[in-house]
């Protein structure tokens, strides 16, 4: 199986261009877990919003490049989802270790409190990868990169909603913490080129990618003057000194 082309470039996504010198499962795992990474609401909404400043693609790009070396750190055993020699039973030490390096270097890089445990299911989701293309099954990272390069044709916000200027809720639920969200969600496009996006109006240009050029401008209110249901998940609680408590961590 030759490996993939004409998917994200490893020099826009922060990862060193070895391509060439990378063996065949590697080249898969990177581009699988790139994609992965490229569906995750939040870190879309980082880079659109730009919630961690004007760099946000850079820093999340940072970030995913630590997450790929420590990942692929050859002076430790492989991270995986397995036991070996237990019966091949399903163990979460690792999850639990990648999931919470993502959330500290989350909010380190980029300025985002995550509230949701999303960062535990992306790195089982990339330890998965981890372990399918060692074996040389990479049935998995063609699915992810499949999905991300459709998922970057669809627009980003229609199901969001801004609660109350620093809690945004994507359409199953999931909370992130952005003290310096914008107010507007706007339209999606592609996150991981540098490139400047175009906005002069043109409902016909080729920088709209096939989604809807209308705005979308369906912007809740803050809660107190909404009044609409709030999501399930769990939203940062204030004690009486103004400081906001630290939630439980992932829950068995």
């Given at each position: 199986?030759?490996?993939?082309?004409?998917?994200?470039?490893?020099?826009?996504?922060?990862?060193?261009?070895?391509?060439?010198?990378?063996?065949?499962?590697?080249?898969?795992?990177?581009?699988?877990?790139?994609?992965?990474?490229?569906?995750?609401?939040?870190v879309r909404l980082?880079?659109?919003?730009?919630?961690?400043?004007?760099?946000?693609?850079?820093?999340?790009?940072?970030?995913?490049?630590?997450?790929?070396?420590?990942?692929?750190?050859?002076?430790?055993?492989?991270?995986?989802?397995?036991?070996?020699?237990?019966?091949?039973?399903?163990?979460?030490?690792?999850?639990?270790?990648?999931?919470?390096?993502?959330?500290?270097?989350?909010?380190?890089?980029?300025?985002?409190?995550?509230?949701?445990?999303?960062?535990?299911?992306?790195?089982?989701?990339?330890?998965?990868?981890?372990?399918?293309?060692?074996?040389?099954?990479?049935?998995?990272?063609?699915?992810?990169?499949?999905?991300?390069?459709?998922?970057?044709?669809?627009?980003?916000?229609?199901?969001?909603?801004?609660?109350?200027?620093?809690?945004?809720?994507?359409?199953?639920?999931?909370?992130?913490?952005?003290?310096?969200?914008?107010?507007?969600?706007?339209?999606?496009?592609?996150?991981?080129?540098?490139?400047?996006?175009?906005?002069?109006?043109?409902?016909?240009?080729?920088?709209?990618?096939?989604?809807?050029?209308?705005?979308?401008?369906?912007?809740?209110?803050?809660?107190?003057?909404?009044?609409?249901?709030?999501?399930?998940?769990?939203?940062?609680?204030?004690?009486?000194?103004?400081?906001e408590m630290v939630?439980?961590?992932?829950?068995?």
């Amino acid at each position: 199986m030759a490996a993939p082309t004409g998917v994200p470039d490893y020099q826009q996504a922060g990862i060193a261009n070895h391509a060439q010198e990378m063996p065949e499962w590697e080249q898969y795992f990177r581009e699988g877990v790139l994609s992965v990474w490229k569906q995750w609401t939040t870190v879309r909404l980082i880079i659109d919003q730009e919630w961690a400043g004007t760099y946000s693609r850079d820093k999340v790009n940072q970030l995913l490049t630590l997450v790929l070396d420590t990942m692929l750190d050859r002076r430790r055993a492989p991270m995986t989802l397995l036991v070996i020699g237990k019966g091949d039973l399903p163990q979460s030490d690792d999850v639990d270790r990648l999931g919470q390096l993502i959330h500290v270097k989350m909010n380190e890089f980029c300025n985002v409190q995550l509230d949701d445990n999303s960062e535990f299911e992306i790195a089982e989701k990339c330890i998965d990868m981890l372990d399918r293309c060692r074996g040389r099954d990479y049935s998995l990272a063609q699915k992810e990169i499949a999905a991300a390069n459709q998922a970057a044709r669809a627009p980003l916000g229609s199901s969001c909603r801004f609660q109350d200027q620093t809690l945004w809720e994507d359409a199953t639920g999931n909370i992130a913490f952005a003290p310096e969200a914008d107010t507007v969600v706007q339209q999606a496009g592609g996150f991981w080129e540098n490139g400047e996006q175009q906005d002069d109006g043109d409902a016909s240009s080729d920088d709209d990618m096939d989604v809807d050029t209308e705005p979308n401008h369906q912007i809740q209110s803050k809660i107190a003057e909404s009044h609409q249901k709030v999501s399930s998940a769990p939203l940062p609680v204030i004690d009486e000194d103004g400081f906001e408590m630290v939630p439980g961590r992932r829950k068995r």
